[in-house]
């Protein structure tokens, strides 16, 4: 079974700097994938950047990055230059391929404040 | 559709009543998922279908809950004699459902279920 912990219940940033979120996993399994998903007060979850374990290089998506540590079992979320529209909750998610069953466990999640 | 629906948004009912929620997923996803969000907690999962047949439904918490997906489209959720622990969101999510790597999972704004 997959286990993920995010450590950061709050977190709060100044409009236009970065901030990381942290999120650590576990898994026996050598082939996962990880994901950062956002989820603002509508509801709905929205996918920010996922990240394959057998890629070495950390994946980014425009204003968003993240830095891959798989000896460490890590997987945080750096977001630069802060929008307003950044301001939601943030949840690491991990899920193996197991034959097309591809459940996700998530996180208890980190919720994000941008100070104007 | 453009995304994945569910209704109702919001669903309240007394206590020991039956309940059905809904999920149209994105059309041609052949893979969908039900997950429950508690208060202040990530999704956790409850189901996965493949098609019309449900490949795992290690997550149901009790013989109160059951899924369908006749026809390999839209799924209705069912909760038979609803308990006051029964209230969170549940979510759906639906993707491609190949064997091939993992695919993203795309959420429906899910349900707020409350029971009185």
Redesign the interface.
């Known amino acids: 079974a997959q286990t993920?912990t995010q450590s950061q219940p709050e977190m709060s940033v100044q409009e236009a700097e970065t901030v990381t979120l942290s999120c650590t996993y576990d898994t026996s399994e050598s082939d996962y994938?990880l994901f950062w998903?956002k989820q603002p007060p509508?509801?709905?979850?929205?996918?920010v950047i996922?990240q394959?374990a057998y890629k070495q290089q950390n994946a980014t998506e425009n204003r968003f990055s993240v830095n891959f540590q798989k000896a460490a079992k890590s997987f945080s979320l750096k977001i630069s230059d802060s929008q307003l529209g950044d301001a939601a909750m943030y949840?690491c998610?991990v899920?193996i391929?197991n034959?097309?069953?591809?459940?996700?466990?998530?996180?208890?999640?980190t919720r994000l404040t941008i100070i104007p | 559709g453009a995304g994945v629906s569910q209704t109702p948004s919001n669903k309240v009912t007394e206590k020991g009543k039956y309940v059905e929620l809904r999920c149209d997923p994105i059309s041609g996803h052949t893979a969908l998922y039900w997950y429950r969000q508690s208060l202040g907690q990530g999704p956790e999962f409850l189901i996965y279908f493949q098609g019309t047949g449900a490949a795992d439904d290690s997550g149901l918490p009790n013989d109160r809950f059951f899924a369908v997906r006749p026809e390999g489209s839209v799924s209705t959720l069912k909760i038979q004699r609803t308990e006051r622990g029964d209230s969170a969101v549940y979510l759906c999510a639906s993707s491609l459902g190949g064997l091939a790597g993992v695919d993203t999972q795309y959420f429906g704004p899910g349900t707020r279920l409350t029971v009185l």
């Open positions: 993920v994938y998903y509508s509801r709905q979850m929205i996918l996922r394959e949840f998610a899920t391929s034959f097309g069953n591809e459940k996700l466990t998530f996180g208890t999640g």
